[in-house]
């Protein structure tokens, strides 16, 4: 009997990809085999995010489309896992008949069980329960990338901030044990894997649960000291609990790459107080100012939203001089959207949407500019480079990252994958360089 096939299609955060790495190990455990074309899928899974009002209504768009191809072969199941699934819970089945399996962000031991279920007969099957004794059981994974892997070390939220959903969708802040990490990081290492990426809403809020590593800054070294593993890299870390000794981790851990990226969400104070965010604009310069001092360069990076309930245009005007103050080397930025459950969600939405347009647009031109000029300041610099798959700019090309996570692309043989290469950079470009092999 030819054996089942399963797609699943990610949206979101990297904890996402990394859950839907999760439940392909365990969906290739059962005995089925994945796919690239949905038309020929017994199961199709789509894993969400609920960040924001576009994120959805991508998902129920995507939903469409899907129905045209699922529908082809006999038979087949459609799921909706992630965030979105454990906000909407049973609604998703008035709102889309055509699923039959909805999975939360904690739930994904149950999904062989839930199958089970459908197999013999059951309309459609759901589990949103938060139970947080599963969230660390140790999957089968399918790792999208042969190079680099991810790694949660915490899970959660305990902050509320006003505009968030995650505390909700991901449930409460909890810490892996430092040894189960390292035990994970180990064989990774001995499978060939020379990067790791940290996992957590609040990376570096991390507390080891078993009290034998103190700090997260303390994690990193060991990490770093495992035979194997040449680069390490975090996200997302909070302001509030963002110190001085990670970064003099980075300075003394060549392991640890010399990247942060930072949340600050808006430059002004007042807007940081409505948004629930615990620093002001004083007290978040201050980690920046101390990044900035460090021996070895850090690359900084930043989450931006534009038109949060009762942004005037003097707030605006805060956030576009903090990104001239911080010149930082990438910003991700978005218009406010507000999400039911949320605090900010009772303020209403008070920015019309042309305006918050106009606002993102301004944003997005004025740290374009500050890109442009940051990277052409490395034009005839050279770096190593991890080189992870071909250029999407030239599939002739080769493409990797400095441990600053500056993109470069160059031409260089296939053999080059998955190693590390010295490049000096000829040219530069907003969001990319070019560079040639030394």
Partial sequence: MEPKKFFIETFGCQMNHHDSEKVAGTLTQMGYVPTE?????????????????????????????????YGTKPGAKVGLLGCMAQMEGPK??????????????????FIPRLLEKLEQGAPHVIDVSQDVDRLFETYPQS????????????????RYCAFCVVPYTRGPERSRSGEHVLSEIRRLASEGYPEVMLLGQTVNSWRDPAGAIPTFAELLKRIAAVPGIRRIRFTSPHPSDFHCEIVEVMETTPEVCNQVHLPVQSGSTEVLRRMKRDYTRDEYLRRVEFIKAAQREIALSTDIIVGFPGESQEDFEE??????????????????????????FTFGDTIPEEEKSRRLAVLQEFQRKIQIERNASLVGREFEIFVEGKSQ??????????????????????????????????????????????
């Fill in 37 to 69: 074309d949905a038309s020929e899928a017994d199961l199709l899974l789509l894993n969400t995010c609920n960040i924001r009002e576009k994120a959805n209504q991508k998902v129920f768009s995507r939903l469409g489309s899907l129905q045209k191809s």
């Fill in 319 to 344: 956030t576009l001089s903090l990104l001239e103050q911080v010149r930082y080397d990438q910003i991700f930025s978005f218009k406010y959207s507000a999400r039911p459950g949320t605090e900010a």
């Fill in 393 to 438: 700019k030239d599939l002739n090309e080769l493409m990797g990252r400095t441990t600053q996570n500056k993109i470069v692309n160059f031409a260089g043989s296939p053999e080059l994958l998955g190693k590390f290469a010295r490049v000096r950079v000829t040219n530069s470009f907003p969001n990319s360089l070019a560079g040639e092999l030394i």
């Fill in 92 to 109: 998703i089945f008035e709102k889309a008949p055509n699923v039959d399996l909805v999975v939360g962000s904690s739930s994904y031991s």
């Fill in 143 to 158: 790792r999208e990338n042969p190079y680099k892997a991810f790694v949660t070390i915490m899970e959660g939220c305990n």
